[in-house]
């Protein structure tokens, strides 16, 4: 392949709302706008078409079907039968337009969805496979045809970027992944925004961001502040993020009028306006068990919020423990103690706040996020 042309490559997003991988993406199909010209395929309209439109970043709204479920249906072979050649046919289609487009390379964004694959194999051209999700531990998610349907696809790709060492375990080398594989973190900034001293109020506002699901551990919040609160600590707690699991919500808000906290917890509801939410929060929680790199972990951290996450997956690489953040190993009770010491301790508070600042400037710009992606794709062109 000539390497001496602006690269063409054809990216696939599998949902339409601005949420962390779509984000991720837009920064990065921004920041290689001049090194790359980039065609995006979105399985639905939202937001994110819509900023891409914005950013004259070409986009087209394709239907074709997810390869994951999470409730079965029965039968499930008929429907993911019938997925998958509805996918076929879709991507031969597809597959026709990347040659008359001339595309050099596919990328996908997302590991719930083979579709990138379907068009790479097709089309005969490179595949780079963005592995952004756990799928199983995270979202408690199943492949269609079994985690071997996967694993046969990945070993087909010229390269799987994983966005965590510990998605690049899990996903690639204990799934017994072949192809060859790079980390490249998430970059969110190359210039941090300017934020006042951090100073520990009378009453500190703790907040959890995410979609309401299970998988980010909303509940373990709440019952982390019923219990600082049962000793007589003020504190508030703002769940900000749309209802994804309404079973879980409903679960929660039982819980909190049961305990008879309502005053101390509030819903926000999504919002895309993230300065609005980390400049008002005095401490960030990040409870999900299996976060596979923690976007809103490095948000926090970027506008000098001090974090108390769970010791895991890739919240344990971001978070230095003591450091730039601290880390609970358990239950509610070790997240209240470790952020009852937080709050205990002004030192402490705003020091963290300091250094996860710097953390975010040395490790997570998108200057770097940028560079090594354009390293993998020329490595890619010239083999």
């Known amino acids: 392949m000539r390497t001496d042309k602006k690269p063409k490559i054809l990216s696939f997003s599998h949902y ?104 790479a194999f097709f089309s005969g051209r490179k595949h780079l496979w963005h592995i952004r999700e756990f799928v199983y531990e995270d979202y408690q998610l199943k492949y269609n045809f079994g985690k071997s349907s996967f694993r046969f696809w990945a070993n087909k790709a010229a390269r799987i970027i994983c966005i965590s060492k510990s998605i690049a375990q899990k996903r690639v080398i204990e799934a017994g992944v072949t192809a060859p594989h790079v980390v490249i973190y998430n970059g969110l900034v190359d210039t941090l925004p300017e934020v006042s001293p951090r100073v520990r109020p009378e009453t500190p506002l703790a907040g959890i961001v995410g979609i309401i699901d299970p998988a980010k551990g909303q509940m373990i919040a709440v019952k982390a502040v019923n219990a600082l609160v049962k000793k007589g600590i003020p504190i508030k707690l703002e769940i900000v993020g749309e209802i994804g699991d309404t079973a879980y919500y409903e679960e929660i808000a039982a819980y909190i009028k049961e305990q008879g906290i309502s005053e101390h917890i509030q819903f926000t509801g999504f919002t895309k306006d993230i300065q609005s939410i980390y400049r008002r929060l005095d401490v960030l929680l990040m409870c999900s068990p299996n976060e596979a790199l923690g976007r809103v972990t490095i948000e926090g951290m970027m506008y000098g919020v001090p974090v108390v996450a769970f010791d895991s997956a890739g919240t344990s690489e971001i978070v230095q423990h003591g450091q730039t953040g601290l880390l609970y190993r358990s239950d509610e009770y070790s997240l209240a103690a470790e952020l009852e010491r937080l709050l205990n301790d002004h030192s402490l508070y705003a020091g963290l706040a300091g250094r996860a600042r710097e953390h975010v400037f040395q490790n997570f710009t998108i200057t770097k996020y940028r560079d090594n992606f354009i390293r993998e794709v020329e490595s890619c062109r010239q083999s």
């Open 16 to 119: 339409g709302p601005l949420y962390g991988a779509n984000r991720s993406l837009l920064t990065l199909l921004t920041a290689t706008r001049d090194q790359i010209d980039w065609w995006v395929i979105c399985l639905e309209d939202g937001d994110f078409p819509k900023e891409l439109a914005r950013n004259g970043i070409e986009c087209r709204v394709v239907k074709f079907a997810n390869d994951i479920h999470k409730a079965p249906r029965f039968p499930q072979w008929f429907h993911s039968i019938k997925r998958f050649v509805f996918n076929v046919l879709a991507a031969l289609y597809i597959a026709l337009l990347v040659i008359r487009k001339r595309i050099d390379l596919i990328h996908t964004n997302s590991s719930v969805i083979f579709f990138g694959a379907l068009v």
